[in-house]
Each structure stands twice: as structure tokens, then as C-alpha cells.
T-cell receptor, first 114, second 114 residues
Framework: GESVGLHLPTLSVQEGDNSIINCAYSNSASDYFIWYKQESGKGPQFIIDIRSNMDKRQGQRVTVLLNKTVKHLSLQIAATQPGDSAVYFCAENMDGGSQGNLIFGKGTKLSVKP | DTEVTQTPKHLVMGMTNKKSLKCEQHMGHRAMYWYKQKAKKPPELMFVYSYEKLSINESVPSRFSPECPNSSLLNLHLHALQPEDSALYLC?????????????FGPGTRLTVT
């Protein structure tokens, strides 16, 4: 079946460096994508989203890039901090999210070394 | 108020017990969700309620019974569970807004079935 997946299960970066977390999706009908951050013992926290009519969206210290040609999504975190250590999930949906069936990727664990 | 609350935070139950998980949001969201998350895995959608009506049931066993008493509350009734049902159960809510419909997650209930 179609699924959302990630290239790197773990990522270790030095504090202050930039982080890039990647995600591949296979459902060409998906048109809405979200990045979530999940810290240990907590629920997923919304970071940033992007619709398929865009290829880039920026937030505070984070940027999401969408390449529909190769069905690839990435999350860039600038000046990574220890508080950024968590598992990051990409998620996809169709019809702008109105279908409700948010499908999560496998997750990437980000570790920030001080 | 921009949070989803869940009770209890932890629950240990035997296979013959009946228990309920509770979720509450006061953001005026019209969609509420139950997800199941096993350790080191992404959340998996179980149920979706839209405007207080069950709209998606992802082939969940009948020992899990959802209930939406009103637009702010969502329950998950548990009966005759199996040890493999032990997991983090996450509740989420969203506005059901066409275009982009980000889901807000609660902290989860850590369920252990003995």
C-alpha cells in the first residue's frame, strides 16, 4: 500500500548547527503535509504545515520544503538547540486535511549534542 | 485555551476490566480523533468524529468503543483488552477547516494491560 516514510531514522547534530530531516511520500493524491515534534512522554506537537500548491514555507527557525516531482518533504531547523531533541514525524493527508485520516511517517529521532 | 487534555495519564488494567479514557478540548473544534501509538512507532488512526458523528473507524476491534457525548468531549471505552493493546492512546482535535486542518494532540494516556 501507499505510505509515508523517512530516509533517516536517527540524526545527531551539534548545537548551533542546522538540521535537515527528510521524508518521502508515495501517495500522489496527498495535498497537505504536516511536521510534528514529539518529545518523550508527550503527544505530538504541531510544528509547521504546507499545502501542495506551495514548495516552501517558513516559520520561526523552521522551514518546510516540498518537492512534488520526487514526492519529497523536508524540515530544516536553523541553529538547532538542545530543546529541539525529539522524534519528528511527517504526516500527509488529502483534500487539505478534511478527510481526517492523517497518515504518519516512521519518524526521525533528532539528538542535539551540546 | 489551546490544549487538548486527556485523563488518566496512566492506566493499568486487567484483561477482564472495563475502563474509559477521556479527552476534552475547548477550542471549538468540530473533529476529534483517537490514535494508538506503540513504542518507537508513529501514531495510527483509530477513530474520527466529525460534528459529533463517527466518520471513520479504521477497522478497530470492538473491544474499543468510542463515544462523543458533545463537541468538546471524546471517550474511549475499553473492555476485555489484550496485552498487545498496551500503548499510548492519543486524542487530537481539529477545526475541520477546508484547505488546512491541523490536528492538535493531547499528552496521551499510557495504557498497560496485564
Amino acid at each position: 500500500g501507499e505510505s509515508v516514510g523517512l530516509h533517516l531514522p536517527t540524526l545527531s547534530v551539534q548545537e548551533g548547527d542546522n538540521s535537515i530531516i527528510n521524508c518521502a511520500y508515495s501517495n500522489s493524491a496527498s495535498d497537505y503535509f504536516i511536521w510534528y515534534k514529539q518529545e518523550s512522554g508527550k503527544g505530538p506537537q504541531f510544528i509547521i504545515d504546507i499545502r501542495s500548491n506551495m514548495d516552501k514555507r517558513q516559520g520561526q527557525r523552521v522551514t518546510v520544503l516540498l518537492n512534488k516531482t520526487v514526492k519529497h518533504l523536508s524540515l530544516q531547523i536553523a541553529a538547532t538547540q538542545p530543546g529541539d531533541s525529539a522524534v519528528y514525524f511527517c504526516a500527509e493527508n488529502m483534500d487539505g486535511g478534511s478527510q481526517g485520516n492523517l497518515i504518519f511517517g516512521k519518524g526521525t529521532k533528532l539528538s542535539v549534542k551540546p | 485555551d489551546t490544549e487538548v487534555t486527556q485523563t488518566p495519564k496512566h492506566l493499568v488494567m486487567g484483561m477482564t476490566n472495563k475502563k474509559s479514557l477521556k479527552c476534552e478540548q475547548h477550542m471549538g473544534h468540530r473533529a476529534m480523533y483517537w490514535y494508538k501509538q506503540k513504542a518507537k512507532k508513529p501514531p495510527e488512526l483509530m477513530f474520527v468524529y466529525s460534528y459529533e458523528k463517527l466518520s471513520i473507524n479504521e477497522s478497530v476491534p470492538s473491544r474499543f468503543s468510542p463515544e462523543c457525548p458533545n463537541s468538546s468531549l471524546l471517550n474511549l471505552h475499553l473492555h476485555a483488552l489484550q496485552p498487545e493493546d498496551s500503548a499510548l492512546y492519543l486524542c487530537a482535535s481539529s477545526q475541520r477547516r477546508p484547505g488546512n486542518d491541523e490536528q492538535y494532540f493531547g499528552p496521551g494516556t499510557r495504557l498497560t494491560v496485564t
